[in-house]
């Protein structure tokens, strides 16, 4: 079977660079779980299992995704930080979220595991040294830094609190 063509530095990058506005990787962490405490679980509450548009997921369910990403992200980021070798295949997001059960799951709930599994990244990047950060990594198609593994964390985090702040927010103000 033929390989797919590696994209070093692929173009997603310059938008995770962009998200942290230049953000070195341990401050971009620490900045993500304040973020993470900063969130108004009351407001969050009152959107309840609401959507902004038919088929998009729900508070619950975002929460629940940037849980699992996050975990699928250390994964790769353990792999090539051992020098285990093997290159973790793609996962599908849309088949993930149907099968999460988060909207069973209180907002209070997936923030806390959403912290504690933050705090986890924290401690699993601050284990790497600088030599080891800056090595490039293979996964899927793709090459990149293990530092932009880590930047990737907090980059998608930013992206979905903005979605969930500019679509979601709003609905709970309609009664």
């Not at 405490?37 to 299992?49: H, M, P, S, T, Y």
């Not at 959507?51 to 998009?56: A, F, L, P």
């Not at 059960?101 to 600088?130: C, H, P, W, Y």
Request: proline fraction near 3%; hydrophobic fraction near 40%.
């Amino acid at each position: 079977m033929e390989q797919p063509e590696r994209k070093k530095n692929p173009k997603f990058l310059e938008y995770v660079y962009e998200l942290n506005e230049g953000v070195e990787l341990t401050e971009a962490l620490a900045l993500s779980l304040k973020r993470i405490d900063g969130l108004d679980i009351a407001q969050l509450n009152r959107v309840g299992l609401k959507t902004y548009e038919k088929d998009k997921w729900t508070i619950h369910k975002i929460l629940q995704h940037l849980i699992d990403w996050e975990r699928i992200w250390c994964f790769r980021a353990i792999i090539f930080a051992r020098d285990e070798g093997a290159i973790p295949v793609a996962h599908d997001q849309e088949i993930m979220a149907e099968n999460s059960n988060a909207d069973e799951r209180s907002n209070e709930q997936l923030i806390n595991e959403l912290r504690m599994v933050r705090e986890s990244t924290i401690a699993l990047f601050g284990s790497f040294n600088k030599a080891l950060l800056d090595t490039n990594c293979v996964f899927f198609e793709y090459e990149m830094p293990l530092f932009a593994i880590g930047l990737t964390i907090p980059a998608h985090q930013i992206h979905h609190f903005r979605i969930i702040q500019e679509r979601y927010l709003p609905l709970g103000n309609l009664e």
